[in-house]
């Protein structure tokens, strides 16, 4: 019997200055993801938000993964200027 493997997953979290928002992002990649792969994620509107993954490191873009699901936390109360940084995590 073939044991199946869980796909990994991918947050990011961006904050987008237009809504006051910090955007949090979960991506399933896919099986064959390794720790070499790259990916880039392209930012916008959150419903064009994408994950453009190369699995092989040769330049091409070999899969397009969109989220799984996002979420809006809306930054009230946390200081006159903060600070933002992007966050990945895997």
Known sequence: MRQLTERPQ???EFY???SDEVVVAHFRLSADW???SIGSVVL???SALQLQVDLDDDGVIDE???PE???FVPIDG???NPVY???VRR
């Open 64 to 66: 397009i993964v969109t």
């Open 34 to 36: 390794q720790p070499e």
């Open 10 to 12: 991918l947050s990011i």
């Open 78 to 80: 946390i200081g006159k």
């Open 69 to 71: 699901s996002v979420n």
């Open 44 to 46: 916008g509107d959150a």
């Open 16 to 18: 987008d200055e237009s």
């Open 85 to 87: 940084v992007p966050i």
